[in-house]
């Protein structure tokens, strides 16, 4: 089969960062035990009540085709909800209901480029960003955070990059994963000059928004003359813990969605309605059951740091948001890679060498706060001993 050079160059080429991943993976279903502190998903499944009215409307009929834009009462209901969130006045005209965040990645891009267009996106990154500018035939160029930054990106470094690039696009995640780092709004005012200096559409992957452990969450589309030329994109999956059932949305100026609905009809024709029902009574919980499903990362990375404490050798980078932790594990010498891989090999835990999220996190592992309290705690404090016993 001759297959496109888009699809046959989606990864890049090179190994996708999930090897350590697979290894640990293979080694538990060997029989090893292994404390697994890799992957971005809640320790806990779908509420109940969540699921009950998602039955509830498929025997109540909401199996047929969904309104491809998304059902009415939801993108209501995120239009609602960004307008509260955010003080920009948003109506179910802004609003699209897409297969999850990721389905609203893929699409932003599609909206933004051409073939050939370079859109940016900021190092350290969650692991589909490259990935996603290229199914759609753009060129992704990553642009350095540096750790010693807190891994927020900079002015100077974006006005580089849009100038030599010529980009279309700039792709933006905050909080952020892997980083945790939570965007201020000086940050935000220098990522929105540098949109406007070289009239780029910003992508604001903004999927962690409920979960926000330090500082404030500032939408970029509220700064002034932003939300013409911003696409946001939002999830059910981290904030209500919904990552199976795939809702999202795609959030942006009136015009541009309409272009976009064309894509929707054309790939996926809809979201399934008992999901989108689902979805709709998740948001009408209220942000009391949103501030439940984040609690336990707000208390494990108190856990973090207590357990860090006393110690030199590994190093918590400020992590204001999300359900991960990046460890700056320069002082043991070892690269992210070699770190995780010893970490595995003689303590069973798994955890994701920062050079998987990108360059600007070498040195550096990610850690998901995804297993209950105690084993956690447990981890860390092994890891801290390892990283002293290392340095
Ligand atoms: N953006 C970021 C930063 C993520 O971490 C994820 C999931 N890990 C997504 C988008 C996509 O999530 P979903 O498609 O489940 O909404």
């Known amino acids: 089969m001759r297959l496109s050079n888009t699809i046959t160059t989606i990864t890049g080429g090179g190994s996708d960062g999930w090897d350590l991943f697979v290894k640990a993976r293979k080694m538990i279903a060997e029989g090893h035990h292994i404390t697994e502190l ?3 998903e809640h320790d806990i499944k779908t509420d109940t009540r969540i699921l009950e009215a998602m039955h509830a409307a498929a025997l109540g009929g909401a199996t047929g085709y ?17 307008t509260t969130r955010t003080g920009v006045i948003t109506t179910p005209d802004n609003v699209l209901i897409t297969a999850g965040g990721q389905a609203a990645l893929f699409a932003a891009f599609r ?3 051409d073939a050939g267009d370079t859109a940016l996106y900021i190092n350290p990154y969650y692991a589909t960003y490259p990935g996603t500018i290229r199914s759609v ?5 990553a642009v350095t955070a540096e750790a010693d930054n807190g891994f927020l990106p900079t002015f100077e470094a974006l006005d580089v990059a849009a100038a030599g690039s010529g980009a279309k696009a700039l792709l933006i995640n905050s909080p952020n994963n892997p980083t945790g780092a ?4 000086e940050t935000l005012e220098a990522i929105a000059a540098v949109a406007i200096k070289h009239d780029l559409i910003v992508i604001s992957d903004e999927v962690y928004d409920t ?3 330090e500082g404030e969450h500032i939408s970029i589309r509220a700064l002034e003359g932003m939300a013409e030329r911003t696409l946001v994109v939002g999830s059910m999956s981290k904030s209500h813990a919904m990552t199976g059932s795939r809702v999202g949305w795609l959030v942006g100026p009136e015009a541009a969605m309409g ?3 064309n894509l929707l009809t054309n790939t996926n024709y809809g979201v399934a309605g008992f999901t989108q029902r689902a979805a709709l009574f998740a948001l009408g919980l209220g942000e009391d059951f949103e501030a439940e499903i984040g609690a336990p990362f707000q208390r494990r990375r108190a856990l973090a740091q207590k357990a860090l404490e006393g110690q030199n050798a590994i190093r918590l980078s400020k992590p204001s948001g999300a359900m991960y932790l990046m460890l700056d594990i320069r002082a043991t010498g070892l690269s992210g890679d070699d770190f995780a891989d010893k970490l595995l090999m003689e303590r069973a835990i798994a955890v994701m060498p920062g050079e998987s999220f990108g360059s600007a996190a070498a040195g550096h592992v990610r850690i998901a706060m995804t297993i ?6 447990a981890a860390i404090k092994e890891i801290a001993a390892f990283g002293a016993a290392l340095a």
């Open 38 to 40: 890799t992957i971005g």
């Open 66 to 82: 969904a309104m491809v834009p998304g059902i009415e009462d939801l993108r209501q209901a995120v239009a609602t909800r960004l």
């Open 111 to 113: 909206a933004a480029l």
């Open 137 to 141: 035939g753009g060129v992704p160029l």
């Open 182 to 185: 939570v965007y201020d709004r």
């Open 211 to 213: 979960q926000v452990w």
């Open 259 to 261: 272009h976009v609905l």
């Open 372 to 377: 209950p309290d105690a084993p956690f705690e």
